[in-house]
């Protein structure tokens, strides 16, 4: 079956950077439209960037000017490069492969930004 894997979370000061990576497997990624996720304790889960099979980007407003999202269709991998990272970023962030009417979700890596 589909599996979408995140990697690169941990533990960072405010106004570190962090880069996250999804490898997908058993895919055609290359039609997937691309997207992270995240969730912090006792919210929904909210959109952070989307990147289209034809590449093209949107973030969500806390996103924008800081994350950067970038996808590799020969490796079949999205990444999210978080700089300038703020406490309120802490979550468990999440990748979704989306091409309607299929979607899959990754199992999440936590992100804390803490002193």
């Known amino acids: 079956q589909v599996q979408l894997v995140e990697s690169g979370g941990g533990l960072v000061q405010p106004g570190g950077s962090l880069r996250l990576s999804c490898a997908a497997s058993?895919?055609?990624?290359?039609?997937?439209?691309m997207q992270w996720y995240r969730q912090a304790p006792g919210k929904q889960r909210e959109l952070v960037a989307t990147?289209?099979?034809?590449?093209?980007?949107n973030y969500t407003d806390s996103a924008k000017g800081r994350f950067t999202i970038s996808r590799d269709n020969a490796k079949k991998t999205v990444d999210l490069q978080m700089n300038s990272l703020k406490p309120e970023d802490t979550a468990v962030y999440y990748c979704?492969?989306?091409?309607?009417?299929?979607?899959?979700w990754g199992q999440g890596t936590q992100v804390t930004v803490s002193s």
């Open positions: 979704k492969a989306w091409y309607h009417p299929l979607s899959y």
């Open positions: 058993r895919i055609a990624f290359s039609i997937y439209a």
């Open positions: 990147i289209t099979s034809g590449g093209s980007t």
